[in-house]
């Protein structure tokens, strides 16, 4: 099916800068943004403020797929898909520059901007922030 | 609100069915119902006041919407032109047409109303399968990451392993059993023994699971009629009642979750089952239960209140929801070994608790079967239908 | 010097994976060991799938926002030099100021000028400020850079870039005298027509008439303008498409080989970064080496062909803000290594 880019263009600033709803009410935060709290409903008209979430964090959960992708993602497998959690809010996202026996739950994960997917080699592409495992450099820079 | 009945049943052979349309597998599934319920007197078409259907996608899966219609127009519904209504709550689309229908009985609205579940996915190709599934979860910030089915589930299942020690082992003995139960059942998509092995030479699908771990896909529908108490008995004497109906919600996307390892629409939608039934777990005699992945069955045991959060595995392991166990679960063989045609499914549990409540299910009987359950979930759980059933009132 | 333009911040990105010189000659069955002797590139860089001239500016920029401490609403212009932008039509500089928080309010353009059009975009910036039409810009040299497997690009062509805010507030270094100088001809050294995959070279006519022509010129006329020689300087940066070519202009312009090897070790360990080339090396010696009062000569380099000159003072907010986000060094240790078939892969020279 095609769609018109606008679909995918109103959530960037979700996708590209994590900006998420705070809720000044009960101190709840949404992402992606909401205009209402589900808890303080109606009260919280008006009182939705649009904060970014923390770009570190750690790994709840993860999988990597390695058949059966979506379209789209057909020639990234195995590729890992994770739910991270960045100062107490978890969003749903892709894992990166990393192997998938070099992950574990709880590993602290830094945000990196990618492309994510693209309509086709002809249509818009995608771009978005996921997550990549942040790594202790062990090795020195050549001595050459 | 009075007693509902289900006075009829019918369900096509679930499978990859390649020779039967959408509209052929409904009428199919909607006649033996019908002939089902014609035990003392003959059910026919225009006797039925209303209808629901339940399908998740028949738009993306077979570009076709308006299955209400189809349902009205194919089966004879439109004498009269009486209502027909879709329902779509993903792979609980069936539990939900159901639960709306047994609302529309037990309130006196309407006296008899059947109760479709229908689904076709082998109309297109794998690649597009998943993709369509997928809509079930929350697309611009689940699915744009290439989120799919099995992998949602493939996390829940690794923090399972996580927080409580699940083994691999334990999620394949959840295949090993459903696969063992579906060997008896003749409507059953795959009627073949495996074994643990057997699954862990299996293809990786989404790490953890495997392609045993997980439910097919299929084609399929299933048809229940309902009916009030008093207008049931005029139709047959094999009544099964419905004890309790309750649905629950959750959050769209898996990742809103408080808990991964905890499916609170189900914890909530059994509490007011058991409630409603006045009944405990330990009255429950089995469960036909929504293992679309493996790990789905074993949070299914802890959800419904069959034993303590993080001992789903130990279930499995000690033998506790074979067909002969303590709490027998599946014994149709599950959406694992029957098929899992998204919207039949919740029906097609329906089916199969009739037929176990009746004495009914041959091969595959549970013993002395008094109260079962249904459990379908939509999504990761964002939807919940849980179902309990009597021979008695 | 209150009155004088200069660097404000800057950040930098390099991609996470490296393939080896030696595995490249391998799969071309070429004797590795000649290569890196007469390169000096012991390994390369390499995009992951799913990094692009975008990806890499918007890391960079973020980086050089966190460096520089200012609000990114504050920056009125946002230039992304490369050869390698993912569109044709539609610009990579959008994508960057909304991922940094930059937009609405700035003007925005991708440039092309080969290697140098990340310098070009600071000269523009330097003109703006200077004007007081904005109050920062920022200028990004980044690229993943195209080769055809088998070509003697495909030993160093490589991806990373960096991103430079120019302003007048609280400046790390100054443009001297807010100079700079640009010495451009007509010179078809290298390449790609629309539509083409990879670019053309002209092979050895890329030496004498082309980089080291410009590259002189551009550095001698600056040298005059400000009354130096290179004893007067503390660091020379030069355009890298590999070690050979900036060592050689070096020796010829008349620096040391200390005041050219601070630069020269991006090139070594990550190859030729393109629009990054340069700018990358000014990172690392603003990262690592350079102190108040110090002074940098940096000249880039673009086919086609045209080389940009800056004189900077190191000033002492160096001190101030150094340390607040990665090094140069920091991404260059920071790496996986990939085989060849991999790196294909990953630059999409096999569609699975």
């Known amino acids: 099916m095609d769609f018109s880019p606008s679909r995918e263009w109103r959530e960037i600033n979700a996708r590209y800068r994590l900006e998420s709803s705070m809720c000044e009410r009960c101190g709840r935060i949404y992402y992606p943004p909401r205009d209402l709290c589900p808890v303080c409903r109606r009260k919280s008209i008006g009182a939705m403020k649009t904060i970014t979430l923390p770009r570190r964090g750690e790994i709840v959960t993860y999988s990597v797929i390695h058949a059966a992708p979506l379209k789209g993602f057909e020639g990234r497998t195995p590729y890992i898909v994770a739910i991270v959690d960045l100062g107490g809010v978890r969003i749903q996202t892709l894992l990166t520059d990393c192997e998938p026996d070099e992950i574990e739950i709880g590993d602290e994960v830094e945000a990196v901007f990618r492309r994510i997917r693209e309509d086709g080699e002809r249509g818009v592409i995608h771009y978005g922030t996921i997550f990549r495992p942040v790594r202790m450099p062990k090795t020195s820079v050549h001595a050459h | ?393 | ?352």
């Open chain 3, 1 to 352: 010097m209150a009155n004088t333009v200069g660097i404000v911040g800057y950040g930098s990105y390099i991609p996470r994976y490296r393939l080896k010189v030696e595995d490249i000659a391998k799969a071309n069955r070429a004797d590795g060991k000649a290569i890196i002797s007469s390169l000096g590139v012991y390994e390369k860089s390499v995009p992951n799938y799913n990094e692009d001239t975008i990806t890499i500016a918007t890391e960079a920029a973020r980086n050089a926002v966190e460096y520089a401490g200012i609000d990114p609403k504050e920056i009125g212009a946002i230039y992304v030099g490369s050869e390698s932008h993912p569109y044709a039509v539609k610009p990579s500089a959008v994508t960057v100021g909304e991922a940094i928080g930059a937009a609405p309010w700035f003007t925005a353009a991708d440039l092309e000028f080969a290697c140098k059009a990340g310098t070009a975009g600071i000269q523009a910036c330097i003109g703006l400020v200077a004007a007081d039409i904005i109050k920062y810009g920022m200028s990004i040299g980044a690229d993943t850079a195209q080769s055809k497997p088998g070509d003697a690009l495909e030993y160093t062509a490589s991806a990373g870039g960096a991103a430079y805010i120019i302003g007048r507030a609280e400046p790390i270094a100054v443009f001297e005298k807010n100079l700079t100088v640009s010495y451009t001809t007509d010179t078809p050294d290298f390449w790609r027509r629309e539509r083409s995959r990879y670019p053309e070279h002209g092979g050895r006519f890329t030496g004498s008439e082309a980089y080291f022509k410009h590259v002189i010129n551009a550095a001698r006329r600056m040298m005059e303008l400000l009354g130096r020689r290179p004893d007067d300087y503390d660091y020379l940066v030069l355009h890298m498409p590999n070690c050979k070519f900036p060592l050689r202009a070096s020796k010829i312009l008349g620096f040391k080989l200390e005041q050219i090897r601070p630069s020269l070790e991006v090139v070594k360990n990550i190859g030729n970064t393109y629009s990054g080339s340069s700018l990358l090396g000014l990172a690392r010696v603003l990262d690592g080496f350079a102190e108040p009062g110090d002074h940098i000569l940096m000249v880039s380099y673009g086919s086609g062909a045209g080389s940009d000159a800056f004189s900077l003072e190191v000033t002492d907010k160096i001190e101030e803000k150094r340390g607040r986000t990665k090094r140069v060094d920091d991404y260059i240790q920071d790496k996986i290594y990939i085989d060849y078939v991999t790196y294909l892969n990953h630059t999409g020279v096999i569609i699975k």
């Open chain 2, 1 to 393: 609100m009075r007693k509902v009945a289900i006075i009829g049943v019918g369900m096509t052979k679930f499978g990859e069915l390649w020779d039967k349309s959408l509209r052929q597998l409904l009428v199919e599934s909607g006649l033996e119902a019908l002939e089902d319920a014609s035990e003392k007197r003959t059910l026919r078409g225009k006797d039925i006041e209303a209808a629901y259907i339940g399908n998740m996608s028949a738009g993306l899966f077979n570009e076709q919407e308006h299955l209400a219609a189809m349902l009205a127009d194919y089966t004879g519904m439109t004498e009269g032109n009486r209502p027909a209504t879709k329902v779509e709550a993903a792979c609980a689309s069936g539990g939900v047409a159901l639960y709306n229908a047994y609302l529309a009985v037990a309130s006196g609205r309407y006296n008899i109303v059947a109760v479709c579940g229908l689904e076709k996915m082998t109309d297109l190709l794998s690649g597009s399968v998943t993709d369509a599934l997928v809509s079930a979860a929350d697309r611009e910030y689940e699915a744009f990451y290439g989120v799919t089915f099995p992998s949602l589930y493939a996390m829940m299942a690794r923090r399972h392993m996580h927080d409580y020690g699940t083994t691999l082992e334990q999620l394949a003995l959840v295949a090993v059993k459903n696969h063992r139960n579906g060997y008896y059942n003749p409507k059953a998509q795959f009627r073949r023994l495996i074994t643990v092995e057997d699954v862990y030479r299996s293809p990786v699908i989404a790490d953890p699971l495997r392609l045993l771990h997980c439910s097919p896909v299929s084609d399929g529908a299933a048809t229940i009629i309902l009916a009030d108490a008093k207008t049931a008995k005029k139709y047959t004497d094999r009544l099964v009642y419905i004890l309790a109906c309750a649905q629950a919600s959750d959050t769209l996307g898996l990742y809103n979750r408080k808990d991964l390892t905890t499916m609170e629409s189900v914890v909530s939608a059994s509490k007011v089952a058991y409630e409603t039934a006045r009944l405990k777990p330990k009255d429950i005699d089995f469960v036909e239960a929504h293992d679309c992945f493996t790990i789905a069955e074993i949070m299914a045991y802890e959800d419904l209140g069959f034993c303590e959060k993080g001992r789903g595995g130990k279930m499995i392991e000690e033998g506790l929801t074979e067909i002969d166990g303590e709490i027998p679960f599946n014994p149709s063989g599950g959406l694992k070994a029957k098929g899992h045609p998204v919207g039949a499914t919740g029906v097609a549990q329906a089916v199969e608790v009739v037929l176990q409540l009746r004495e009914e299910a041959e091969q595959r009987q549970v013993k002395g079967a008094k109260i079962g359950m249904s459990h379908n979930i939509g999504g990761t759980g964002s939807t919940a239908v849980v179902t309990i059933y009597g021979r008695d009132v």
